[in-house]
C-alpha cells in the first residue's frame, strides 16, 4: 500500500516555494549572497521546530538568501524537480512571497521563477501554477501594493492570490481591499486560516475576504456551524498531514484533525506545505495519511483524484488531467 500510494500521480494545491528549498540549495544560496541562516550544516538547518513562529524564523532567513533572479530560477526548478522525483507530482499551484525578497521587483521574481518551472515541466513532465501570497505579519500597505503589480503583470500562470504566514497575526479583514481589488480583477482568493489560531478566522476569509478556498484549517471542527457550512457548501480545504500533526503533538495518527475532517464530509486535499523543512514530501504525506486513515486503493485514488476537483484550472485542462491521472492509475 505504501508503494501504491506513492506511486499515484498527484496534484498539490497548498506548497510554498520559499518553503521547497533543499537545505543544500539554501546554504549553498546563503553563503553566495553572505545572508546569515541559523546553521551553515545542511544536516541542522531544518530541525525540529519549537512552533510556527521558530519555524518562521528559519523560514524567513531562507528567504533572505534568495537575492537575485537567478535565485529564484534555481529554486523553482529544484523545488519542482524533488516533488516530481520524491512524490510522482505532476501539476501544481505553488505560493510564494514577493514581498519578502526585497532586492527584486515583482516582475523580475515572476519572470524567474516562470523560467524555472518552465524548465522543470520541460524535464520532469511536472506542470507548475503560481499563487503569489501577502505576509500577514507585513503592513496592509505592502498587501495592496502587492495585489497592484500582479494585476500590472499579469500571466495566466497566476491563478490567483493567498495569504500566508502566522494566522495569530494580521487578521483576515485588515486585508479586504487587497482581496476585493483582486476579485474585481479576476484573480482566485485563498488563505490560511484555523491554522492553530481560532475557527472564526474561516468565517473571515470566506465573508470578508472572499476566498473560494481555504488552507489548513484544522479547527474547523472547534464549530458545528463551520463545519456544515463548510461540508454544505463543498468549500475545498487544503489540508497538510505534517503540518497538522505537528500542531497536534499529543494526539495520535489515528486521531488527528484531518482524519475527523474527513470523516465529517469534508472536501480536502493532502498537501506538503514546506516540504523539505518539514522532512516530508508529497508521496511520504500519501502513505502518512494513507496507513493513518486505513484507506484501501479506492481511497487513495479518491484523494489523488481530490485536488484535481479543488484546483483553480478550468474545465478542459482539469477534464484533460483527469484523464492522464486515470490512464496512469489504471497500469498501476
Not at 47 to 76: K, Q, S
Not at 206 to 222: N, T
Not at 304 to 312: C, E, H, K
Amino acid at each position: 500500500m505504501s508503494q501504491f500510494l506513492r506511486a499515484l500521480p498527484k496534484a498539490e494545491l497548498h506548497v510554498h516555494l520559499e518553503g521547497s528549498v533543499p537545505a543544500e540549495l539554501a546554504v549553498k544560496l546563503a553563503a553566495r549572497n553572505g545572508t546569515p541562516l541559523p546553521t551553515s550544516d545542511p544536516a541542522r538547518l531544518y530541525r525540529t521546530w519549537a512552533g510556527l513562529a521558530d519555524f518562521l524564523v528559519t523560514y524567513e532567513a531562507v528567504c533572505a538568501a534568495i537575492v537575485t533572479p537567478a535565485d529564484m530560477a534555481e529554486v523553482a526548478y529544484e523545488a519542482q524537480a524533488q516533488a516530481a522525483r520524491l512524490g510522482n507530482v505532476r501539476y501544481r499551484e505553488i505560493f510564494f512571497n514577493p514581498t519578502n525578497h526585497p532586492s527584486m521587483t515583482y516582475r523580475q521574481q515572476l519572470e524567474a521563477v516562470l523560467d524555472g518551472l518552465a524548465s522543470a515541466e520541460t524535464d520532469f513532465g511536472i506542470v507548475g501554477r503560481l499563487i503569489p501570497a501577502i505576509n500577514r505579519s507585513q503592513p496592509v500597505s505592502v498587501a495592496n501594493d502587492l495585489v497592484r503589480e500582479v494585476i500590472a503583470h499579469r500571466r495566466d500562470e497566476v491563478l490567483g492570490i493567498g495569504l500566508d504566514h502566522d494566522d495569530s497575526v494580521g487578521p483576515a479583514p485588515l486585508f479586504a481591499e487587497a482581496f476585493a481589488l483582486a476579485a474585481r480583477n479576476g484573480l482566485r482568493r485563498t488563505a490560511h486560516a484555523a491554522e492553530a489560531h481560532t475557527p472564526g478566522q474561516i468565517t473571515d476569509s470566506l465573508d470578508v475576504l472572499g476566498c473560494d478556498r481555504i488552507d489548513h484549517g484544522y479547527l474547523a471542527l472547534a464549530d458545528a456551524a463551520i463545519t456544515a457550512r463548510l461540508r454544505d457548501e463543498g468549500t475545498h480545504v487544503t489540508t497538510c498531514w505534517g503540518t497538522c500533526c505537528a500542531h497536534n503533538p499529543g494526539r495520535s495518527q489515528a486521531d488527528q484533525p484531518i482524519v475527523e475532517m474527513t470523516a465529517a464530509s469534508l472536501n480536502i486535499s493532502i498537501n506538503s506545505d514546506d516540504p523539505p523543512m518539514l522532512g516530508t514530501d508529497l508521496g511520504s504525506e500519501f502513505v502518512a495519511a494513507g496507513l493513518a486513515m486505513g484507506w484501501t486503493r479506492e481511497q487513495g485514488i479518491a484523494m489523488s483524484l481530490a485536488a484535481l476537483d479543488g484546483a483553480w484550472l478550468d474545465d478542459s485542462d482539469r477534464a484533460a488531467l483527469r484523464r492522464s491521472f486515470e490512464a496512469e492509475i489504471a497500469a498501476l
